[in-house]
C-alpha cells in the first residue's frame, strides 16, 4: 500500500511547499507524514482532504495501514 499523502502530493503534482501552503502546516510535519513517521496526521491536512473531496476518515485509515505495512516490511528484514 501507498501513502496516502504521497498519493496525493503525485496526483495534484504538489511539493512540500505547496501542501505546506495550503494546509497551513510545516514542511517538517508533512515530511513526517509522508515517510510514515508521524503517528497521525495533521487536522489540517485531513480538512483539506475533505475540502478537496475526498473522505478524510478513509485516508485516515489508508494512512494507518501504510504505517503498519512498513513496520511488517521493516521486521522481515
Do not use: C
Not at 15 to 43: F, N, P, W
Request: hydrophobic share 30%; glycine share 4%; proline share 3%.
Amino acid at each position: 500500500m501507498k501513502n496516502p499523502l504521497k498519493e496525493l502530493m503525485e496526483k495534484r503534482s504538489w511539493t512540500y511547499a505547496d501542501l505546506s501552503s495550503v494546509a497551513q502546516v510545516s514542511m517538517s510535519t508533512i515530511y513526517k507524514i509522508r515517510e510514515g513517521e508521524s503517528g497521525k496526521i495533521h487536522q489540517n491536512i485531513l480538512d483539506l482532504v475533505e475540502t478537496i473531496g475526498k473522505d478524510p476518515e478513509k485516508f485516515k485509515n489508508d494512512y494507518q495501514e501504510f504505517r503498519k505495512e512498513k513496520r511488517r516490511a521493516i521486521l522481515r528484514q
